[in-house]
């Protein structure tokens, strides 16, 4: 790690020479407070991924787009193909996904899937890290991801296609991508459509034993949104969009004798209608969600046992209204929600002599809340952000947090942020109820209805001077949800089971810096994480000592282009536990990568980029081996933009 920041550091040494002001310090974000700031001003710690950072990274979804970010990291979920975030060691059921300010996860059957989300109507994203279930309820105790779309004023259409190309991989292309981005405009109508379809082939990690490690996808959704303007600040959005995803994977289960070929496949449907008015200082919303997720197993494990298949049915309306109320020193937010999630899970298990089928789970959540919170300016220097949410659940009742946050510029250069609050989070339907079926790798995870909601206690501090910045975080926590074997399930698979753990710790600190001298912009990032489960005295699953990054980016004048840019990153995940009461231990891994973009003119762009180049894997067998399945990679994207 030393020899590869020297290296980089020595090819760009001119970046110590002066120093220029980032105008990512302008942005306007929204999520940190609910109301306009731009990043340099606000209160609370915003992250944020621009236009520019998306179509620099060639990034074909939100996944990939802040993968990047310091202290963050992807990690897979449970039972889909795709992929959930991990800040400040929360998971992605700690992190509430937001686009436009409305939830977009599918309240436990799709969980917060990074990887199935759209990229191509995306203006920016704006990450707040750490407790923010004041201004967003319960899923948000871990941090908040908002995905701000662009705003149309023009009629536009934008081809992409990427192909992806998998080192060892013995099909061509392993992945390809294709979006289409369209406008239509009229007087004060716009019509917004974004269109993407997705085709991953099979992959099975060398050295190669005829089962496929990674299933073959087949995936497309469809977006449409119809704006009209009221006036300048003043609109109505009106949205549906369809979602679509196959997989299916192919693999030998090993008996007394014989070697049997079996397949598992998952089916993911999702159908949403939207209506959103925002103006006049008020921000309403009203939503329907239905989706419904299958999975067929054939099993021939025992000689009258042929093949299960569950069906997972939810639908979810969510309304939601908040009003702003402004003074000379005072921004009064405040909002109500309402919400009801409708789930059926039923299990067909088909043998040699009958079919049978049951009900696994019927039920219904109803929630209600209520929040309000006081932004006050209290001099040129001091700003006070204070807030309380009560919110009722039918299933876990009555529950009420405060948070507060300050802010305190020292001095031009020197500023303080502080929060400190409760947390609260109800377990969501996939823990309580969903079972994945993970038999084709030998385990399998089970919802548990018994768990009880968690409760957090939760600090952070940070200091920013210049283009540094230093931050704390303290998160003591009761109850939190996580899996752990239970071996009292005798089948032939490791069993995991959601259950709480009395108590636990997360803290830790980072640090780093952005500079951007003359034409190169440096950032540096490292985490250290630490936690402890308060029962046992271990640490907890999943969750790296140390991450560190390191990336460096700069335009480069090439003939007959208009304009091009290439960035070199390093990002390290140290060891972690897999199994902490077994003492497995994966180990930490450095990933190199490197991308080429080009713009030839204003129509036609197209990037290179070598992912993984380092071409870290895991080792083939080894549950516990949590590096990157997927060696090195090769990314082509290619994208035409006529208006």
């Known amino acids: 790690m030393k020899k590869i920041l020297g290296i980089a550091l020595l090819l760009y040494s001119d970046i110590l020479l002066a120093d220029d002001k980032s105008v990512l310090l302008n942005t306007l974000v929204v999520t940190g407070t609910k109301t306009e700031k731009t990043v340099a001003d606000s209160p609370v710690a915003v992250n944020v991924v621009t236009k520019k950072d998306i179509l620099a990274s060639n990034a074909t979804s939100v996944a990939e787009a802040i993968e990047a ?7 897979e979920i449970h039972g889909q193909s795709g992929d959930e975030l991990v800040m400040q060691g929360m998971t992605g059921n700690h992190i509430l996904v937001l686009k436009d300010g409305a939830p977009i996860h599918n309240f436990g059957i799709s969980g917060s899937n990074l990887s199935r989300i759209n990229i191509n109507d995306v203006q920016r994203i704006e990450i707040v890290p750490g407790n923010a279930s004041v201004l967003y309820g319960s899923s948000a105790m871990g941090g908040v991801v908002n995905i701000i779309t662009n705003t149309p004023k023009e009629e536009w259409l934008s081809l992409t296609t990427t192909i992806k190309q998998n080192q060892d991989d013995k099909y061509t292309p392993s992945e390809s991508v294709f979006q289409v981005d369209n406008g239509l405009k009229l007087d004060n109508w716009t019509l917004a459509s974004q269109w993407q379809f997705r085709n991953r082939q099979p992959y099975d990690t060398p050295p190669t034993d005829n089962s496929e490690d990674i299933a073959q996808l087949i995936a497309a959704d469809v977006n449409e949104k ?11 959005d009106l949205w549906f969009s369809l979602v679509r995803e196959d997989t299916d994977r192919e693999y030998d289960e090993q008996t007394p004798g014989s070697v049997l070929r079996e397949t598992q496949q ?14 006049h200082s008020w921000d309403l919303s009203l939503k329907s969600n239905a989706a419904k997720l299958t999975s067929d197993t054939d099993n021939l494990k025992t000689s009258n046992y042929l093949d299960e298949r569950r069906q997972t049915n939810s639908d979810n309306v969510l309304l939601q209204a908040n009003k702003t109320f402004s003074t000379e020193n005072h921004d009064i937010t405040s909002g109500v929600s309402f919400s009801q999630i409708d789930i059926e899970q039923t299990l067909t298990e088909t043998r040699l002599s009958a079919t049978t089928a049951k009900t696994e789970v019927n039920d219904t959540i109803k929630g209600t809340e209520f929040f309000i919170q006081d932004d006050w300016y209290v001099t040129d220097e001091l700003e006070l952000v204070s807030g309380i949410r009560t919110q009722w659940d039918s299933g876990f009742g009555q ?10 510029d020292v001095s031009p250069d020197l500023f303080i942020r502080s929060s400190a609050g409760l947390g609260y989070r109800v377990p969501n339907i996939k823990e309580r109820y969903y079972r994945f ?3 084709s790798s030998g385990y399998e995870v089970i919802g548990n209805p018994d768990l009880e909601p968690e409760v957090a206690k939760s600090l952070n501090v940070e200091l920013s001077y210049k283009d540094l910045t230093v931050q704390t975080f303290y998160k003591d926590i009761t109850n939190l949800i996580d899996t752990s074997l239970d071996e009292s399930i005798e089948n032939g698979l490791d069993t995991y089971l959601y259950s709480n753990i009395n108590s636990a710790l997360i803290y830790g600190a980072s640090i780093g810096i952005s500079h951007k001298i003359n034409k190169v912009q440096l950032s540096a990032n490292y985490q250290w994480t630490k936690t402890k489960d308060q029962d046992t005295g271990l640490q907890l699953d999943h969750r790296p000592t140390h991450i560190a990054s390191l990336k460096l980016k700069r335009p480069v004048s090439l003939p007959h282009i208009k304009s091009s840019n290439v960035s070199l990153s390093a990002r390290y995940t140290g060891e972690q536990f897999y199994d902490a009461k077994k003492n497995e231990k994966s180990q930490g891994y450095l990933l190199l990568n490197a991308n080429l973009s080009m713009h030839f003119n204003d129509q ?11 071409d870290v894997k895991n080792e083939s067998g080894i549950d516990y081996d949590l590096r990157p399945m997927i060696g090195r990679q090769w990314m082509l994207t290619l994208s035409y933009t006529p208006y």
Request: no cysteine; net charge positive; proline share 4%.
């Open 226 to 236: 119809l704006t009209y303007r009221h006036t300048k600040k003043t609109y109505s």
């Open 437 to 439: 079926d993970h038999s």
């Open 69 to 75: 970010l310091p202290g963050l990291r992807l990690k």
């Open 604 to 614: 036609w762009s197209v990037s290179f980029s070598g992912k993984n180049l380092s």
């Open 399 to 408: 529950q009420t947090v405060p948070n507060i946050a300050v802010r305190w």
């Open 266 to 279: 998952r089916n993911y449907r999702s159908q949403e209608l939207g209506y959103r008015y925002k103006g």
